[in-house]
T-cell receptor, first 113, second 114 residues
């Protein structure tokens, strides 16, 4: 059983397109996250949802919109894709946030051409 | 928010003990220190977490001095499979809202050689 899954694993698209990445966790966690890892391996948090409520919203272009239909899912929609959006996006989940033991998905490598 | 600093890379040999130090001079009272491991093409994996003194689990030990301005991840007897990037995180708990903003360091790339 995959604890945190993401689809797709690879996403190649052209500038200006709109795309979505889906994330699901079957751990029963109440908090989910989206991270972006750039080519230099810096891992930065983008968003966090706790029980479907947005609790962390970093300085991210408003072209990025997270959506949490329920506690087990956190999707990331990106409008008008730009070259600089190329990165690996990781979804993660945790039971609460106080202890920061997060479970990460396998990542989605987004390439914008 | 506490910023972390780690060595960019380290080399070791199989069977040796590896110590990776992370500096976090501005750590706040409520902050926890957490270490993650990341293999290529995979998501980070939780290794260990601590608040003060020493924490040990089946994978690693975490040493935190009294001032908490740094921490050291200790990997006993590393093997080739321990080659990975290791991230130090300092968690910032925001009041009573049960939220936390994690700050990943730049990571330390550990290369274990035969």
């Amino acid at each position: 059983d995959t604890a945190v899954s993401q689809t797709p694993k690879y996403l190649v698209t052209q500038m200006g397109n709109d795309k979505s990445i889906k994330c699901e966790q079957n751990l029963g966690h109440d908090t989910m996250y989206w991270y972006k890892q750039d080519s230099k391996k810096f891992l930065k948090i983008m968003f966090s949802y706790n029980n479907k409520e947005l609790i962390i919203n970093e300085t991210v272009p408003n072209r990025f919109s997270p959506k949490s239909p329920d506690k087990a899912h956190l999707n990331l929609h990106i409008n008008s894709l730009e070259l600089g959006d190329s990165a690996v996006y990781f979804c993660a989940s945790s039971q609460g946030t106080l202890r920061y033991e997060q479970y990460f998905g396998p990542g989605t490598r987004l390439t914008v051409t | 928010l506490a910023k972390t600093t780690q060595p960019i890379s380290m080399d070791s040999y199989e069977g040796q003990e590896v110590n990776i130090t992370c500096s976090h001079n501005n750590i706040a009272t409520n902050d926890y220190i957490t270490w993650y491991q990341q293999f290529p093409s995979q998501g980070p994996r939780f290794i260990i977490q601590g608040y003060k003194t020493k924490v040990t689990n089946e994978v690693a030990s975490l040493f935190i001095p009294a001032d908490r301005k740094s921490s050291t991840l200790s990997l006993p007897r590393v093997s080739l499979s321990d080659t990975a990037v290791y991230y130090c995180l300092v968690g910032d708990i925001a009041g009573s809202s049960n939220t936390g903003k994690l700050i990943f360091g730049q990571g330390t790339t550990l290369q274990v050689k035969p």
